[in-house]
């Protein structure tokens, strides 16, 4: 932006404010506010097309946007597009309107930073003294949001250095500490940064410097300097969301990828709009054999993307995939359940998208998982022979779902070998690659190791145990279990084949450690209901088994 840019900012006059809001009278409270402070051009929208469709024809100052836009898509994925095509920047004043101040909605707010919260109803003369404060501050700290526009880090330091040591701008100090210490960790300059924090905490005690201050040295590996100080973000309203989402990096970082897995969860429970969230909590599920999580959270992506720059039609693919490896993952009749919703999603996108011939392939294969999920593995094999090309596309997901079918019809040579061609796709060193690539290596080994799903294995064990063969029913549950680890059903059952193998005098040291831990697990999971009265009968003959 120019200096006639950054001038306009103090001359009313010349600003050009978009205001995005379904209510017709927040229109009208807005433009006589605004009218009455001395700006002429107000432009209205009453949906985020509308709005978008303004931001084409001409640039905006200031862009006061209701968060919940219900027309079309939410002020999340608004604000989201118009940073993505430049509309919106550092330094554009952007005002967030909502009369809903539940925890999620703040804590997405939070995330977008914008220069200010409007709670409604409005009133004239609070829109009118919170707009000229906010003004105030991004006029006098405009070269530095320019530079943070640029990525030129160093260069908003150094502005913000030479303003810090400017009395006359003592009330926006707060604000150019906070753009300095984020400035000094998108540098990767952490100790600089913690000896930045910690003399600021000494100052202020906002929750900005605490979160900063904790990242410095996370981001160097000493946690165990600051586990106090987490416990207590975590605890606290105000900064949880924040706690959550950074140790979820630092578990990344650090390959600890269950902790990982944990910490997203609860930071995409408190913020759930972001997509890449969404999808970093749904890699993570896949790499902890969490099924049920995966497919919740694919279903979270294909909700939250709705209308936003993020939706496309294989969303919805995704969730059918996933829920496939929860029907394959499950031993019981519930899977029926999560078959039957992947037959109404698969209508449904069949129904949607006029271009479906686009979709061909993917379409096959989903269909060939789905006979063979039912036991009908003769229709899918006849699918996958005479349609299914075995040649890997360019997309990740459609190549592993080519994986996934032809591992599950026994045709692990040519699946192990589409494994290693994926293997090679991933050649980005982000984190979210990170995990993605160590998913694809846990696949590549699980599958060279075990030849059949946790569902399959589970139905192998039932009829060895039936027929007395009571070590291949421990090793068949034993595989189920690597693929499926959390699942109380095979839990209990791998416990039922220990205790028949100790009533047999057959058990080794081994197999008595295995037992005691599987008691101790379920006691942690089950509580309640028929599992529980199961587990103590079952704890009852192990203890009678052992006087």
């Known amino acids: 932006m120019s200096k006639v840019e950054k001038n306009t900012l103090t001359q009313l006059d010349k600003l050009n404010v978009l205001i995005i809001d379904d209510n017709l009278l927040v229109h009208n409270t807005l433009k006589e506010s605004l009218y009455a ?34 027309s079309d898509k939410d002020g999340f994925h608004l604000l989201e597009e118009l940073k993505f095509k430049g509309h919106v920047t550092k330094t554009t004043v952007l005002i967030f309107l909502s009369s809903e101040t539940d925890e999620s909605l703040v804590n997405s707010i939070i995330e977008l930073q914008p220069d200010d919260f409007w709670t409604k109803p409005l009133a004239i003369k609070k829109v009118q003294t919170r707009l000229k404060a906010t003004l105030k501050v991004k006029q006098a700290l405009f070269n530095i949001y320019q530079a943070i526009d640029r990525k030129a880090y160093a260069k908003a330091i150094y502005f913000a250095d030479r303003h810090l040591l400017n009395e006359s701008l003592a009330q926006f100090h707060p604000n150019i500490n906070r753009i300095k210490g984020d400035a000094l960790l998108h540098l990767l300059e952490f100790q600089e940064a913690e000896a930045f924090y910690k003399q600021l905490l000494k100052q202020y ?126 031993p019981d009749d519930s899977a029926q359940t999560v078959l039957k919703q992947m037959d109404r999603y698969l209508e449904q996108f069949e129904n949607d998208y006029e271009d479906i011939q686009m979709f061909k392939q993917q379409l096959l294969v989903v269909k060939a998982r789905l006979h063979n999920v039912r036991n009908e593995a003769e229709k899918a094999t006849k699918l996958v022979e005479n349609h299914m090309s075995l040649k890997p596309t360019a997309v990740v997901e459609d190549n ?43 696949e590549t080994e699980e599958r060279e190791e075990i030849h059949f799903t946790a569902k399959q294995l589970n139905s192998m064990a039932v009829e060895h145990f039936q027929r007395n063969r009571l070590l291949p029913a421990l090793d068949a549950i034993t595989q189920a279990l690597q693929l499926s680890p959390d699942n109380v059903k095979l839990m209990i059952s791998q416990l039922k084949i220990l205790i028949t193998i100790k009533q047999h005098n057959e058990a080794n040291t081994e197999h008595v450690t295995l037992a005691e831990q599987l008691f101790s697990q379920l006691a942690e999971k089950v509580q309640q209901g028929k599992s529980a009265s199961v587990l103590e009968e079952l704890t009852v003959k192990w203890q009678k088994l052992n006087h």
Request: hydrophobic share 40%.
């Open 37 to 70: 402070l001395g700006i002429k051009e107000v432009r209205c929208a009453e949906n985020a097309y509308y709005g978008l469709r303004l931001c084409d024809e001409m640039h905006f100052h200031v862009v006061i946007c209701a968060f919940n836009v219900k």
């Open 205 to 330: 005690q906002y929750s900005w410097v605490y979160l900063g201050y904790a990242k410095a040295l996370l981001k160097q590996g000493r946690i165990e300097e600051i586990r106090d100080m987490l416990k207590t973000l975590t605890d606290k309203p105000e900064t949880r969301f924040g706690a959550h989402d950074m140790m979820a990096q630092y578990y990344i970082e650090q390959e600890e990828y269950q902790q990982a897995y944990d910490e997203i969860k609860m930071a995409t429970a408190l913020a759930p709009r972001n997509i890449e969230r969404n999808k970093k909590s749904w890699d993570l599920a896949r790499l902890t054999h969490d099924h049920k999580g995966q497919y919740l959270a694919t279903r979270n992506i294909a909700q939250q993307a709705k209308n936003s720059i993020h939706d496309s039609p294989e969303l919805i693919l995704n969730v059918v995939r996933a829920g496939i490896d929860l029907a394959c993952a499950t």
């Open 400 to 442: 592993l779902d080519k994986v996934k079918v032809l591992h599950e019809l026994g045709m692990r040579e040519d699946a192990i070998h589409l494994l290693k061609a994926i293997n090679n796709q991933i050649s980005d060193e982000s984190l979210n690659c990170q995990v993605v690539k160590c998913y694809i290596e846990q």
